[in-house]
């Protein structure tokens, strides 16, 4: 049941113009970004290879572009999501779904895997450039594979946040704009408030505001360090912010 | 009436709705047998659409409970739902996608098993008439084959009870009577709750009426029943050359005569007392120039006005 709305949602991502120009316009600024990173990298090669041992191509190159897919999915997250909940609303095509023998859980995580379907060919492609150079150079793929896992977990919290911004409302642009709106006070006060939690020596809530500071733990990953916290936090926000969205949806029932 | 009685498809007791302090539905009993049509009528904003919205599950009840196939829609909502269909007022279509895809997804939604969803969407779609319809986008078709495309989509998954919320709203006449038609048949197997406004259609298709008013309850019966509500019945005639009043007075079986004027009259009767036949016979023996006779026809209309006019709109 997850599969047919996740395939739905799917579908419907890809007839729209939205997902086509979302692709195309990631696609165009990234791999300007990795050519970018790619030509600086060739001209220093030299210098870097009198040091003891030089960082790599997948470290200088590769990296900065994953961070960069980071930055970009900030703004495409929330447009490829805003549609899902809050468009089936106010055309009333909800009642559909909430009519089938299928549970709000089920319509839920079924939009949010139709989402990270598209998000994965979104990482897949970010993926894609670093490896066709591998015929002409070393690559870390230890590194490449926990900068993927990165990627995906941080997808992962912004789709969760953005879907449940457009559950709050009947307006597509409204709940983009409400869920870029949580996801830039996230990355903004998120981190900060870990840090200075945990300088005045209060580990708790500092571990509980790390869970909103999706950048600080996309960080360790990056560098290829498993931070488990670092996994689990990213895990506990996407998880969170689905069961807002069922909650709201549930709510809807029981309070028209 | 035994709530547990098998040929009940839909038990409700005690269905009531609140939005804050508004009380949209007061508590509402209502009961579906097989084979049964129900006209749930009533004026706009009796709460007719909350009743279907708490049967289909779309709107948590404040109070009551709802027997769908003496299942709980409420403890047990998704064995429920799957013998609903429900199309609600505004049909839930997604315009981007073909007829026939659409009508897949709703089978796959609805649990159907792979082997019989193809069949299925064929035989709804040769049921609602769109059948050269599968590949065009809904978006691209007309509010009719729309209204079509979202009955199909109520009954594509065999349900034992589909509810119709005004399903010939928007229709040209012939498609309303391809509707009326269809209604009809599905009732013979399945049995069917439908709202509307459109009180000749009730009577069309109808096997018993509920009106609701002010989100209660006020009228329950067949419509075989409906006639003996009326205590009296009428019928008009209108005539070339009318005898005096009292004559027509004087025919056995008349309670009253009113004239309209022009030569025509309203004449009242008791129901086991039908004095027409006499009537045509003395028009024609003592040449009255009969013109025309019509027995009242909206005999519904009427109840419905009484009881729901008879209170002022708050």
Redesign the interface.
């Known amino acids: 049941m997850i599969f047919t709305i996740a395939s739905k949602e799917l579908r419907a991502l890809f007839v729209s113009p939205l997902a086509w120009l979302v692709l195309a316009a990631v696609q165009v600024i990234l791999g300007y970004g990795f050519l970018k990173r790619l030509d600086d990298f060739l001209q220093i090669q030299s210098q870097l290879a009198q040091l003891a041992s030089p960082p790599g191509f997948t470290e200088l190159v590769a990296a900065p572009t994953y961070a960069m897919t980071a930055a970009v999915l900030l703004f495409a997250v929330p447009l490829l999501a805003m549609r899902m909940i809050a468009e089936e609303r106010r055309n009333r095509t909800l009642t559909l779904l909430l009519s089938a023998p299928v549970s709000m859980t089920e319509i839920v995580i079924g939009k949010f895997s139709g989402l990270m379907a598209f998000l994965l060919i979104i990482i897949l492609l970010v993926l894609a450039m670093p490896l066709t150079l591998a015929g002409g150079t070393q690559l870390d793929f230890g590194l490449l594979a926990a900068l993927t896992l990165a990627l995906l977990l941080l997808a992962a919290g912004f789709a969760a946040v953005s879907l449940y911004a457009s559950s709050l409302t009947g307006q597509p642009i409204a709940a983009a704009l409400i869920a870029f709106g949580l996801l830039l006070a996230m990355l903004l006060m998120g981190e900060t408030a870990s840090d200075s939690l945990r300088e005045r020596g209060w580990l708790v809530p500092a571990a509980f505001a790390q869970v909103f500071s999706p950048l600080r733990n996309f960080e360790p990953l990056g560098r290829g360090i498993l931070d488990s916290y670092a996994i689990i936090c990213p895990l506990l926000l996407t998880a969170g912010f689905l069961l807002l969205a069922i909650r709201r949806l549930d709510g809807q029932r029981l309070r028209g | 009436m035994n709530p547990a009685d098998p040929a009940l498809t839909i038990c409700a007791r005690g269905l009531s709705?609140r939005?804050g302090t508004h009380v949209a539905v007061h508590p509402v009993d209502l009961d579906l047998r097989r084979g049964e049509v129900l006209g749930l009528l009533g004026p706009n904003g009796a709460g007719k659409t909350t009743t279907m919205q708490m049967l289909?599950?779309?709107?948590?009840p404040t109070t009551g409970e709802i027997r769908i196939c003496d299942i709980d829609l409420l403890a047990a909502?998704?064995?429920?739902?799957?013998r609903?269909g429900?199309l609600?007022e505004?049909p839930?279509?997604?315009?981007?996608m073909q007829v026939g895809e659409y009508l897949q997804?709703?089978v796959?939604?609805?649990?159907v098993p792979k082997a019989r969803r193809t069949d299925a969407v064929t035989r709804a779609m040769a049921r609602c008439g769109l059948a050269a319809t599968g590949k065009k986008l809904i978006g691209a078709l007309s509010k009719g084959y729309q209204q079509r495309v979202g009955i199909a989509?109520a009954i594509v998954h065999e349900p034992d009870i589909i509810i119709l919320d005004e399903p010939t709203v928007g229709l040209d006449p012939n498609q309303i009577l391809d509707i009326r038609a269809l209604i009809r048949e599905l009732g013979d197997k399945h049995c069917v709750i439908l709202s509307t406004h459109i009180l000749p259609e009730v009577e069309a298709v109808c096997d018993r009426v509920q009106i609701m008013h002010h989100g209660a309850v006020v009228y329950n019966n067949t419509i075989a029943g409906l006639r003996d509500f009326q205590r009296g019945r009428t019928v008009t005639i209108s005539l070339q050359r009318p005898p005096a009043i009292e004559i027509l007075q004087g025919i056995a079986g008349v309670a009253a005569v009113e004239s309209a004027g022009n030569g025509s009259f309203r004449l009242r009767f008791s129901p086991d007392n039908d004095p027409t036949p006499a009537l045509i016979s003395r028009a024609g023996a003592e040449d009255w120039g009969l013109q025309q006779l019509t027995p009242a026809q909206t005999s519904l209309e009427d109840v419905f006005v009484q009881l729901t006019r008879d209170e002022a709109t708050p």
């Open positions: 709705r939005f289909t599950g779309n709107l948590a909502p998704a064995q429920a739902k799957a609903i429900y609600p505004t839930p279509l997604y315009r981007e997804l709703v796959r939604l609805h649990r989509q």
